[in-house]
């Protein structure tokens, strides 16, 4: 069955310090995608970044890259440069690839909450 | 562009009572999805649409209905209300390509008492 794990519960980060966010999942699917969301205090996910499996290249979303290591099944976030701002829950979720249905179900892991200090 | 919107943004519900998120989508988006978020978890899907007409259960259904007559709205419904489905509901939309990114609603915040 697929699963998202975030061994991380929480992270602290001193600003403009880089962090690294980890998250390792569990597919049998050759096709699938790896996103990353940002849900700050005030509760709204807000998409950071996209990673598909057959992508060449490890995803970048200006302060956000993907470093993506398909054989540990393992797509770890990191931002560069932490921002007070950047302080929030961080949520790994995996795409599970079509089979025949059409539209993407997201699965979600447990979250790391980050908070950067100054 | 107002994206995905829902409401209300709080609701309080008594154990047995029933009620209808409204969620809305202006991005001509196929794809919808309602998700729950319990507190210190994840969000964990509970119905999706591929389309106008067609609808499809996720992880979590039991206690939600759906329905989807339009491209661009997604209500959720909830009979009978338990303490159990006290959480926070979010809507989603996405559209067919490479990523399928989705794109969420605000959320609503439910408490049933």
């Known amino acids: ?118 | 562009n107002a994206g995905v919107t829902q409401t209300p943004k709080f609701r309080i519900l008594k154990i047995g009572q029933s009620m209808t998120l409204q969620c809305a989508q202006d991005m001509n988006h196929n794809y919808m999805y309602w998700y729950r978020q319990d507190p210190g978890m994840g969000l964990k899907l509970i119905y999706y649409s591929v389309g106008a007409g067609i609808t499809d259960k996720g992880e979590v259904p039991n206690g939600y209905n759906v329905s989807r007559s339009t491209t661009e709205d997604f209500p959720l419904r909830l009979e009978l209300a338990a303490p159990s489905q006290t959480s926070v509901y979010f809507c989603a939309s996405s559209s067919p390509g490479r990523s399928e990114t989705q794109y969420f609603g605000p959320g609503t915040r439910l408490l049933v008492l």
């Not at chain 1, 310090?17 to 980890?22: F, M, N, S």
């Not at chain 1, 050759?30 to 499996?53: A, D, H, R």
């Not at chain 1, 956000?64 to 950047?86: C, E």
Request: proline share 3%; hydrophobic share 30%.
């Open chain 1, 1 to 118: 069955a697929q699963k998202i794990t975030q061994t991380q519960p929480g992270m602290f980060v001193q600003e403009k310090e880089a962090v690294t966010l980890d998250c390792t999942y569990d597919t049998s699917d050759q096709s699938y995608g790896l996103f990353w969301y940002k849900q700050p205090s005030s509760g709204e996910m807000i998409f950071l970044i996209y990673q598909g499996s057959y992508d060449e290249q490890n995803a970048t979303e200006g302060r956000y890259s993907l470093n993506f290591q398909k054989a540990r099944k393992s797509a770890n976030l990191v931002i560069s440069a932490s921002q007070l701002g950047d302080s929030a829950m961080y949520f790994c979720a995996m795409r599970e690839g079509n089979k025949g249905y059409q539209g993407g179900k997201l699965i979600f892991g447990q979250g790391t909450e980050l908070s950067v200090k100054p």
